[in-house]
């Protein structure tokens, strides 16, 4: 007697389970065609601007380097990074910092010319030297100011 009240009670938790199961796949895809209609809706009311990849390209430093953050400033990206020299003290802006262009197909090297500034070097030289652990950490815009975070 207690197998067959076992087997009734299998199949029932068994057949709640498809129940349950079946019950969200419909609310799952009502949710889905409201999102959808809810979308198109939007679209017309905003507008709205496909996205796609139109390239996959690399950037490529001198030293190999551990990247931190990328920003774009009028047509210049300029990239950050931190690279471990071992036994070298003195850190030069070329060593964190990259400044590119995007051609339509890869990215070209313009130079630093964009943070050659006495203070900025003077500042970042000091910085790089009386604090040994010193990294770069990220980029802030804020306002019309790029902010570099170390």
Partial sequence: ?????KKSKNILED???E?????LQKQKEEL????GKLNQERAKVFGSVETKLIANNRI????????RDIVTIGDLTLFGYNVHFGLRTEIKLDDVFSIYSYDGTQFVNKGLSLLKNDTFTT???NLYKY???????????????LHMVF
């Fill in 123 to 125: 500042d970042f030289t």
């Fill in 131 to 145: 604090y040994r652990n010193t990294i770069f950490s990220k980029f802030a815009i804020i306002g019309n100011y």
């Fill in 15 to 17: 057949g709640t389970y």
């Fill in 32 to 35: 889905q065609n409201r999102l």
């Fill in 1 to 5: 007697m207690q197998k067959e009240e």
């Fill in 19 to 23: 129940i349950i199961q079946g019950r």
């Fill in 60 to 67: 490529n430093t001198e030293n190999n380097c551990i990247s």
